[in-house]
């Protein structure tokens, strides 16, 4: 099961580093700390998905069902909640700043779409 969100999350932070580029944030020792200050929330997110989904009962289908009903919509309220949190920063103009913005944004967007989405998918697919 570990491996399985570990496996998820390194797609997560690719996708993160390809869309710093487009928007505009270069890798430099600056984003590259910050992005690897951001694996816990990518971690974070799908571990309560995947812990979820080891404690429901039934079968493949109906453990991800049950595991989306129990911890999907409090994992979406902490992820959405970080975001409000960090849009405050978006209006700063430092440049350690606005990376630091850009960065955990695009992780959390990242990490809720893998943990909500693709984890569940990959947990009834490959998971006995």
């Given at each position: 099961m570990l491996s399985i969100i570990l496996m998820e999350c390194y797609p997560e932070i690719v996708g993160v580093i390809g869309f710093m580029t487009f928007w505009g944030v270069?890798?430099?020792?600056?984003?590259?700390?910050?992005?690897?200050?951001?694996?816990?929330?990518?971690?974070?997110?799908?571990?309560?998905i995947g812990y979820a989904y080891?404690?429901?009962d039934g079968d493949r289908h109906t453990k991800a069902i049950s595991a989306l009903e129990t911890i999907g919509w409090p994992v979406f309220?902490?992820?959405?909640?970080?975001?409000?949190?960090?849009?405050v920063l978006?209006?700063?103009?430092?440049?350690?700043?606005?990376?630091?913005?850009?960065?955990?944004?695009?992780?959390?967007?990242?990490s809720m779409i893998h943990g909500l989405v693709l984890l569940p998918i990959l947990l009834t697919t490959i998971v006995r």
């Open positions: 270069r890798l430099e020792s600056v984003s590259i700390i910050t992005v690897i200050m951001s694996i816990g929330f990518a971690v974070d997110l799908s571990a309560h080891v404690k429901s309220l902490g992820a959405l909640s970080t975001v409000l949190g960090i849009l978006a209006t700063v103009q430092a440049y350690i700043v606005q990376i630091f913005f850009k960065t955990v944004f695009l992780v959390i967007i990242f």
